[in-house]
């Protein structure tokens, strides 16, 4: 009797025990504390309207220097890739052949001259004699002509003459323009100018340049609707500007100003051609290259500027995460205008105050808490991206 009233109680305690650890592994697991994240409160600003192209120089002016002449060319007389001056001599071709010809010219004037003076001199005797009646009317007529031609033949000569001493001038050959003059074309002893007018060699003028690039139409029409929006406003293009990354990725110091745009489209492409005009005192820039330039061509109004490691992409597009007021993280898909200064500027899809996820994107999710504090940039020997982010 007294072992079983023993085990009654036992048996309960044991129950009361196996309910109480039934209801502790009810409860689970602790739950993890939100992500700590670094985000920036967006606002609308202003910033420049850019555009990154790719653009090729090309020389100010281009002359080409030609033998105007017939002739055998006698010597070179400047050096090769050298700076030359306007009206500095390049070439010479023999003269000879040449002051012959001006001297021939200027015996036919002589001569013409001749001829007119004593047509002249018969010309006023006879007029003196036919209100008397020695001569004839027929006579004075003829007379009055062969003065009349005599002086006509005295100004072709002299049209000769200034021919020939222009063709004389020609044998020397000088630059047209102030630039470098580039490779001989023809070698000494060879016949130029006969028939046409040889190439002799090139001179482009280095300072300024040119570099010439191209726009895409749809590129244009949106600006001219935003324009029309008054979310951007397009730059005068007397001062729209460009700025240029040579090919070895350095900045040129030398800004450019836009000086022209197409007023057609090119059919071939698709896009409008544009011209800006660059500075180029140390000659460091040659006609023919390709660079990369960025043109200013405005301001955008409205706008948020968000780091560039803030906005992801994937296969639906650009987005970012924001935290909202809940301490929840949520996304937004965006629309990217262009990079300003490593940030993207975004010009659709955020609201002003947004919380924009800068550090630590790679632990939120869009519905799970998160908690926000003041994004601080990294020092320049720790701002390498985190490995999520490097692509490998």
Not at 14 to 34: N, W, Y
Request: net charge positive; hydrophobic share 40%.
């Amino acid at each position: 009797m007294n072992s079983s009233l023993l085990r009654t109680p036992l048996l309960c305690l044991g129950l009361l025990a196996l309910t109480a650890c039934g209801k502790g592994k009810e409860q689970g697991p602790p739950q993890m504390p939100p992500p700590d994240v670094g985000v920036i409160k967006v606002q609308p600003q202003t910033s420049p309207l850019t555009r990154d192209l790719v653009g090729r120089l090309s020389a100010y002016r281009s002359a080409d220097v030609r033998a105007r002449v017939a002739g055998v060319l006698l010597k070179r007389t400047y050096e090769e890739g050298t700076n030359v001056k306007q009206g500095q001599l390049l070439f010479q071709i023999d003269p000879a052949p040449l002051k012959a010809s001006l001297s021939a010219a200027q015996a036919s004037l002589a001569q013409a001259q001749a001829t007119w003076t004593n047509n002249k001199v018969t010309a006023r005797r006879v007029r003196e004699l036919a209100p008397k009646g020695y001569v004839s009317k027929s006579d004075l007529d003829n007379a009055l002509a062969a003065e009349r031609s005599a002086a006509a033949a005295v100004q072709a000569a002299r049209a000769n003459v200034e021919t020939a001493r222009i063709n004389l001038g020609y044998a020397n050959v000088t630059s047209p323009i102030d630039g470098r003059a580039g490779q001989q074309q023809v070698t000494e002893g060879a016949l130029v100018g006969n028939g046409e007018a040889t190439l002799l060699t090139t001179v482009d003028q280095m300072d300024p340049l040119y570099v010439n690039f191209t726009m895409g139409v749809d590129s244009l029409e949106q600006m001219r609707r935003a324009q029309s929006s008054g979310n951007v406003t397009l730059a005068d293009p007397n001062k729209a500007s460009v700025k240029i990354t040579l090919p070895d990725g350095s900045d040129y110091p030398e800004p450019g100003v836009l000086d022209f745009s197409d007023t057609t489209v090119n059919p071939s492409t698709g896009s409008v051609n544009l011209r800006a005009k660059v500075a180029n005192p140390k000659r460091s820039l040659l006609p023919g290259m390709y660079v990369t330039l960025k043109a200013n061509l405005g301001q955008q109004h409205k706008v948020f500027l968000v780091p560039q490691q803030a906005v992801q992409r994937d296969t639906v597009g650009a987005y970012v995460m924001t935290v909202g007021a809940d301490g929840k993280v949520v996304r937004k898909d965006i629309s990217t205008a262009d990079m300003v200064d490593g940030n993207w500027v975004i010009n659709d899809g955020l609201a002003a105050g947004d919380q924009v996820v800068v550090s630590g994107i790679q632990n939120v999710k869009a519905g799970a808490p998160a908690k926000a504090s003041p994004w601080k940039p990294a020092s320049s020997s720790s701002s390498q991206p985190p490995a999520a982010h490097s692509g490998k």
